[in-house]
């Protein structure tokens, strides 16, 4: 009778608070397995004691063209070092609530090889293209995804990289926006101004590639411009994590009831003119 009531109490205890949110809390993601991954920014993350996610997928010529991409062992290897594999689909396709049986074959074969090697089953997922379907969010929870990065797209032009902070409450756990999707052409005032947005309960969730990236010029991050990145996180005193970190702040079941209110007010607000990434919606 006293172990089933200490079970009883046990079972009705409140589940651990979440940590309030910092200002200055970032998130760093790096798409489709460049080896300068596993070659630059991973060593340089090290150094300075930041984490991140490496979304991983086996789409363009990753499983013959190892000049340009890592290979399991390596991605293994981010994982051993602390760092997070994220699933970006096997064929880099975008998922579609229409095709539902293509789509839990895309992620379920990343997953698979992630058990190959040792890896955990990701939990977090980027779009491939950062295209975005309405209907498969819950085919994404169904497969174990618990937090998902978008772009910056619909509220700003693919173009420019430009985006939001993610807000927790009003972003759905699983339309989590890029605060800034790097381009070449940027500077390193671009990316003070997509991580600057991490105050006032907002986290900045960074967009990287390869850094460089020697197989999609049009995404590429050239090395010294990183480095100048992953100085200004050091010297500012920014918090750097993973996409699954955001657990120890977010809850992902506390989904918004219109996941696709927040984005309809950003736009909204830069339809008229106003500064969207200045306050909140």
Request: proline letters at 9%.
């Amino acid at each position: 009778m006293r172990l089933l009531t200490l079970l009883l109490l046990f079972a009705q205890a409140p589940a651990p608070a979440l940590e309030p949110i910092p200002d200055k809390l970032v998130v760093l993601t790096f798409d489709d397995a460049s080896r300068s991954h596993v070659e630059v920014a991973a060593p340089l993350l090290k150094r300075h004691g930041f984490g991140a996610t490496f979304f991983v997928t086996e789409g363009f010529d990753f499983p013959t063209n190892k000049r340009d991409y890592m290979t399991w062992d390596e991605i293994a290897r981010l994982h051993r070092d602390g760092f997070e594999i994220g699933n970006h689909t096997r064929d880099h396709k975008a998922p579609d609530a229409q095709d539902a049986k293509g789509t839990i074959e895309q992620i379920e074969a990343v997953d698979a090889r992630c058990r190959e090697h040792g890896i955990p089953r990701p939990v977090s997922f980027a779009y491939p293209g950062n295209a975005l379907d309405r209907d498969v969010l819950p085919l994404l929870k169904g497969l174990g995804i618990r937090f998902a990065r978008r772009g910056g797209a619909p509220e700003h032009p693919y173009e420019a990289g430009r985006g939001f902070a993610y807000e927790p409450g009003l972003d759905h756990p699983l339309l989590i926006p890029s605060a800034g999707d790097a381009r070449p052409a940027w500077t390193l005032d671009d990316f003070k101004r997509a991580v600057s947005q991490a105050r006032d309960g907002r986290i900045a969730v960074i967009q990287l590639h390869g850094v460089p990236d020697t197989a999609h010029s049009w995404v590429d991050t050239p090395t010294p411009l990183f480095e100048s990145y992953v100085r200004h996180l050091a010297d500012e005193g920014y918090r750097v994590i993973a996409l699954r970190d955001l657990a120890r702040y977010v809850d992902p079941d506390a989904v918004p009831a219109d996941p696709w209110a927040v984005i309809e007010a950003r736009r909204h607000r830069l339809s008229t003119g106003l500064d969207a990434t200045a306050d909140r919606p």
